[in-house]
């Protein structure tokens, strides 16, 4: 059972920065499709980024419109840890953050729904104040 649990949130002014962290435990396999996700009040939980990564075939990123240019994610796989560098934020950036994983590896897979993903962490507020 893998176990997520994410870490960085918090308040910044717009055009500010942050870096989410998603650390995982409990993996079997090196290979992974791990998304970010976020959630405003009211709002359905809504795909960000999302990352492929094999120790073959390095890493594909994919992002939502809304993030493409300012958020960037990544891997660290020795630590066990998927990043969300976030610049240029803007209050409509404002949400709950959850990072997600996939119970299986496609390197052909990108997946951006919440049903695609079997693994979740419980998530890390970000503010963005105008």
């Known amino acids: 059972q893998v176990q997520l649990v994410e870490s960085g949130g918090g308040l910044v002014q717009t055009g500010g920065s942050l870096r989410l962290s998603c650390a995982a435990s409990?993996?079997?396999?090196?290979?992974?499709?791990v998304g970010w996700f976020r959630q405003a009040p009211g709002k359905e939980r809504e795909f960000v980024a999302g990352i492929n990564w094999s120790a073959w075939s390095g890493g594909t990123r994919y992002y939502a419109d809304s993030v493409k240019g300012r958020f960037t994610i990544s891997n660290d796989n020795a630590a066990n840890t998927v990043y969300l560098q976030m610049n240029s934020l803007k209050p409509e950036d404002t949400a709950v953050y959850y990072c997600?994983?996939?119970?299986?590896?496609?390197?052909?897979?990108?997946?951006?729904?919440?049903?695609?993903?079997?693994?979740w962490g419980q998530g890390t507020q970000v503010n963005v104040s105008s």
């Open positions: 409990g993996r079997t396999r090196s290979s992974i499709i």
């Open positions: 997600a994983e996939s119970g299986r590896y496609s390197g052909s897979r990108y997946l951006k729904t919440v049903d695609e993903y079997d693994y």
